[in-house]
């Protein structure tokens, strides 16, 4: 296809992604009520004391529109998890002409996966969100309350749950890379220290600034690209059993076999080193 018929081919896919999103946030706001009462029990599930004195669970509004932009936000979270299979169709049915059988082969496995990864970061985000909060506020004088605005709650719980999500699907991202032959095993072994270590960073940066949130990414995180480095291990041992020059570079030798085989015997070989003197005495 032409550039222009590209450009509009895309064009229309996004038209198309952008209106699912659009119907999925009318969605939302059908269950507006149910998903936030969902998102903020971590928060009502903390002691009294810690929320509000005298019982309950408050969070407050600093302007006039912070309560339509939660909403909003809200409205969109919804729409997108909830058409997430549609629009996604969308952005496969322009991506999909240009791969190979094998190719799309991964595509279907690796698109489940990738879900079932990013939805379980994103439970574990919210399964340890009462209680990172919980060792947050023990910092506060006793005279102080935590009063939270609904926008900044709002923004925890989604930079949570999308962060531990993603972190879950990039080992997945590790198995892609060496399947397709870009990343092998020895260069993970190389960088395992280094990727280790970035896990750590990676959990201490999108998480607060306490070690029950870094070690709940981090560790899982570790767990996760170790296995994802076992399956390289036996994707490259096989790879190698297949073929055995297939992982070297372009500068290296391949190990060549000494003995000759039947088609490289010639005949002058077959007649033996006096068949030239004899075929010369009989001419």
């Given at each position: 296809?032409?550039?222009?018929?590209?450009?509009?081919?895309?064009?229309?896919?996004?038209?198309?992604?952008?209106?699912?999103?659009?119907?999925?946030?009318?969605?939302g706001a059908v269950f507006y009520d149910q998903v936030w009462n969902f998102l903020t029990e971590p928060y009502c599930s903390?002691?009294?004391?810690?929320?509000?004195?005298?019982?309950?669970?408050?969070?407050?509004?600093?302007?006039?529109?912070?309560?339509?932009?939660?909403?909003?936000?809200?409205?969109?979270?919804?729409?997108?998890?909830?058409?997430?299979?549609?629009?996604?169709?969308?952005?496969?049915?322009?991506?999909?002409?240009?791969?190979?059988?094998?190719?799309?082969?991964?595509?279907?496995?690796?698109?489940?996966?990738?879900?079932?990864?990013?939805?379980?970061?994103?439970?574990?985000?919210?399964?340890?969100?009462?209680?990172?909060?919980?060792?947050?506020?023990?910092?506060?004088?006793?005279?102080?309350?935590?009063?939270?605005?609904?926008?900044?709650?709002?923004?925890y719980m989604l930079i949570m749950m999308g962060m531990f999500g993603l972190g879950f699907v990039m080992p997945l991202l590790?198995?892609?890379?060496?399947?397709?032959?870009?990343?092998?095993?020895?260069?993970?072994?190389?960088?395992?220290?280094?990727?280790?270590?970035?896990?750590?960073?990676?959990?201490?940066?999108?998480?607060?600034?306490?070690?029950?949130?870094?070690?709940?990414?981090?560790?899982?995180?570790?767990?996760?690209?170790?296995?994802?480095?076992?399956?390289?291990?036996?994707?490259?041992?096989?790879?190698?059993?297949?073929?055995?020059?297939?992982?070297?570079?372009?500068?290296?030798?391949?190990?060549?076999?000494?003995?000759?085989?039947?088609?490289?015997?010639?005949?002058?070989?077959?007649?033996?080193?006096?068949?030239?003197?004899?075929?010369?005495?009989?001419?």
């Open positions: 296809m032409p550039l222009m018929d590209h450009l509009r081919e895309l064009r229309n896919r996004l038209a198309k992604a952008l209106l699912i999103l659009a119907l999925g946030a009318v969605v903390l002691p009294a004391s810690q929320v509000v004195e005298g019982g309950g669970c408050s969070l407050i509004v600093t302007g006039p529109f912070d309560a339509f932009f939660v909403a909003f936000k809200v409205w969109l979270f919804v729409g997108a998890l909830v058409t997430a299979p549609l629009w996604l169709y969308q952005l496969w049915a322009f991506v999909a002409p240009a791969l190979h059988g094998s190719e799309k082969k991964y595509a279907y496995i690796f698109a489940p996966l990738a879900g079932l990864l990013f939805v379980s970061g994103a439970a574990l985000a919210y399964s340890i969100t009462a209680l990172a909060l919980q060792m947050l506020f023990g910092f506060l004088p006793e005279d102080a309350d935590p009063f939270l605005t609904i926008g900044e709650y709002l923004s590790v198995v892609l890379l060496n399947i397709v032959g870009i990343l092998s095993h020895e260069a993970i072994v190389k960088w395992r220290q280094v990727i280790i270590f970035s896990a750590f960073l990676i959990a201490a940066v999108v998480t607060p600034a306490e070690p029950i949130s870094m070690l709940a990414l981090a560790i899982p995180l570790i767990i996760l690209f170790e296995l994802a480095e076992l399956f390289c291990f036996f994707n490259d041992r096989r790879r190698r059993r297949n073929d055995p020059t297939g992982d070297l570079g372009d500068d290296e030798i391949s190990e060549l076999d000494d003995q000759l085989s039947d088609l490289d015997y010639t005949p002058s070989s077959l007649d033996g080193p006096d068949s030239g003197g004899e075929s010369g005495k009989r001419s």
